[in-house]
């Protein structure tokens, strides 16, 4: 029997969600996990290692090679990602920021400004810690995100959703690739001023975690005023989070939590 939170209201997201990963239990088998594993996992001590971990997980094909790239060792801290942050917060990472190009497969994220992508990698293990993807001017940031725990419930609240970690093993389908399966046919997803991935392990409504990409866009076009009217505030609409499964390359569950804080 499923036990879920006090209190915990499901929505038809949730319903529609916990069918498919019930009903359907596509088994990941680890073979199918290992698609980069030769440099994933691993130590990262200099700049073009942790490009060459940027490539390979963000999906940057040898069309793209004239990107401007960039590495550099940092940290996070107080980073307030949900159920992740202790893990991420103060941790040696390598950030690694490409300038998207122009022309070419991935032109349709650059639309002025000028949009980068920065991989976070944990320079002692080589695992993705998060990809975040801005077309802000100036440091510009789409509302602030909530303490850590508030996250949490907003993210639990609709389906007992849950990160368990951070896989150990990378992803078989790149950050652009997952972006890919959300993003078709909306146009208004890739208009959004943040974007941010996180492969984790993932689970709801108790079900055995598995690796997902987590994906938050957030400061997307408002609709049309005439449907405004019976919406909630607009923080809450212009935010979307998608769960991707990168085996069969479909998307999960959508929803709108957590949702960020008024500047």
């Given amino acids: 029997m499923l036990k879920l939170l006090p209190k915990t209201r499901l929505n038809l997201h949730a319903v529609l969600a916990l069918y498919i990963l019930v009903a359907a239990q596509i088994p990941i088998a680890a073979e199918e996990l290992r698609a980069g594993d030769e440099i994933y996992g691993e130590r990262i001590d200099n700049e073009p290692d942790a490009v060459s971990a940027a490539r390979v997980l963000l999906g940057i094909v040898s069309d793209d090679a004239e990107l401007n790239v960039a590495a550099g060792r940092t940290s996070l801290p107080g980073d307030r990602t949900p ?71 907003d993210i639990q609240r609709g389906g007992n959703e849950m990160y368990h970690g951070i896989p150990d093993v990378a992803p078989p389908i790149s950050f652009l690739e997952a972006l890919e399966v959300v993003m078709s046919g909306s146009s208004k997803l890739s208009q959004a001023k943040e974007i941010e991935g996180l492969w984790v392990m993932w689970s709801m409504m108790n079900s055995d975690p598995k690796p997902m990409w987590v994906i938050d866009f957030r400061g997307i076009p408002p609709i049309s005023r005439k449907h405004q009217i019976h919406l909630r505030k607009p923080l809450q609409v212009n935010h979307r989070r998608y769960v991707v499964d990168p085996v069969r390359r479909k998307w999960v569950f959508g929803g709108s939590s957590p949702h960020p804080v008024p500047k």
């Avoid at 917060?89 to 690694?96: A, D, G, I, T």
């Avoid at 949009?115 to 990809?131: H, N, Q």
């Avoid at 909530?146 to 419930?153: I, L, Q, R, V």
Wanted: glycine share 6%; net charge positive.
């Fill in 83 to 153: 159920f992740l942050h202790r893990d991420i917060s103060n941790k040696p990472l390598w950030r690694v920021v490409v300038q998207c190009p122009q022309t070419g497969n991935h032109s349709w994220l650059c639309t002025e400004p000028i949009r980068t992508m920065e991989a976070y990698f944990f320079e002692d293990s080589g695992r993705l810690a998060k990809v975040v993807c801005k077309r802000t001017q100036n440091g510009e940031r789409i509302g602030r995100e909530a303490e850590p725990w508030k996250s949490e419930e």
